[in-house]
T-cell receptor, first 109, second 112 residues
Framework: KNEVEQSPQNLTAQEGEFITINCSYS?????LHWLQQHPGGGIVSLFM???GKKKHGRLIATINIQEKHSSLHITASHPRDSAVYIC???????????FGTGTRLQVFP | DGGITQSPKYLFRKEGQNVTLSCEQN?????MYWYRQDPGQGLRLIYY???????QKGDIAEGYSVSREKKESFPLTVTSAQKNPTAFYLC???????????FGPGTRLTVT
């Protein structure tokens, strides 16, 4: 069983729709990361958060520490948002990040 | 421009040959990481280094080796002992293990 569970695994949307991707984990963490991987393979860090909410453009990330749950929202989705979105966490008692398997998003015009 | 580079983007090798993947960063980051990505799986940590001349095994270090002689460079050698070397390899760096990681573009290795 993966220590990080993402849902859904695959998601299709029409341009303009509001998107939500969920991430659940089971241990205490120091920070939660959201990453974006485009079809070419390169990975970009979108957010790192340990509490509350962060916003960057049309992207919003939230975390609920008590419920061990985070969400990534995309408002007014666009075909260029099509990518794999990966959730990962770091904790104080390990030097490494633990990664989810990703959510594949396709946004159609 | 600051960043992290990997070369080459695609690499083809015959079974039984060792191959070295390059990773260079000019972000002045202390920590560097090597990951392997296979279809349908999350990123898996191969090796990491938090400081020059020191590195630790990750979850799947068998069949791989690394060196960290310079802060900027963290090359990964895939040896002939690695049973299933064909994969996408990603290098990353960060200020330390509690900060966000910056990823390189990756190297897709195919061994036949």
């Amino acid at each position: 069983k993966n220590e990080v569970e993402q849902s859904p695994q695959n998601l299709t949307a029409q341009e303009g729709e509001f998107i939500t991707i969920n991430c659940s984990y089971s241990v205490g963490i120091s920070a939660l990361h959201w990453l974006q991987q485009h079809p070419g393979g390169g990975i970009v860090s979108l957010f790192m958060l340990s509490s509350g909410k962060k916003k960057h453009g049309r992207l919003i990330a939230t975390i609920n520490i008590q419920e061990k749950h985070s969400s990534l929202h995309i408002t007014a989705s666009h075909p260029r948002d099509s990518a794999v979105y990966i959730c990962a966490y770091g904790s104080y008692n390990t030097d490494k990040l633990i990664f989810g398997t990703g959510t594949r998003l396709q946004v159609f015009p | 421009d600051g960043g992290i580079t990997q070369s080459p983007k695609y690499l083809f090798r015959k079974e039984g040959q060792n191959v070295t993947l390059s990773c260079e960063q000019n972000l002045n980051h202390d920590a560097m990481y090597w990951y392997r990505q296979d279809p349908g799986q999350g990123l898996r940590l191969i090796y990491y280094s938090q400081i020059v001349n020191d590195f630790q095994k990750g979850d799947i270090a068998e069949g791989y080796s690394v060196s960290r002689e310079k802060k900027e460079s963290f090359p990964l050698t895939v040896t002939s002992a690695q049973k299933n070397p064909t994969a996408f390899y990603l290098c990353a760096s960060s200020m330390d293990n509690l900060y966000e990681q910056y990823f390189g573009p990756g190297t897709r290795l195919t061994v036949t």
